[in-house]
């Protein structure tokens, strides 16, 4: 188990909603960018780290029947798109609720789940899910 804190302490992206904001043009990016697009080159050293609260608002959602092989046992899930509060979209899975509850708009947090074990050694990796917000 002494590769588990490795695996943390290199994988913060995964698992914390990092994006990046450019400090020229002030917008923010996730996934994380090392060159803003609407400025190029000009903003070359000029984006910078930046954590998102978590929170957001379904934009659109869809249930998911056929998972991937990994995700079978979690089949039917939901995937949605959010609209974080600071404004980039984000893609993943509401969790802890059922498709019925599940509406555009709802508000929603981001949270720390397993998303799949993986080979013998059964290395778990973590990412983001959302919940709905109470
Ligand atoms: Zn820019």
């Not at 450019?22 to 190029?40: A, E, H, K, M, Q």
């Not at 080159?41 to 929170?55: F, L, Q, T």
């Not at 509401?94 to 929603?108: Q, W």
């Amino acid at each position: 188990m002494s590769e588990v804190p490795r695996f943390w302490r290199e994988s913060r992206h995964r698992y914390r909603l990092v994006g990046t904001r450019c400090l020229n043009c002030n917008t923010l990016y996730f996934p994380p960018r090392v060159i803003c697009p609407s400025c190029r080159r000009e903003s070359v050293g000029k984006m910078k780290e930046e954590e998102m609260s978590g929170e957001g608002e379904i934009y659109s959602f869809t249930v998911v029947h056929d998972g991937l092989e990994q995700f079978k046992m979690q089949v039917p899930y939901i995937m949605a798109l959010i609209k974080m509060k600071e404004g980039p979209f984000v893609t993943g899975q509401i969790v802890d609720c059922s498709a019925e509850e599940v509406r555009i708009g709802n508000k929603v947090t981001a949270t720390l789940r397993k998303v799949r074990s993986e080979g013998k050694e059964g290395i778990i990796q973590y990412g983001y899910k959302f919940i709905i917000s109470p």
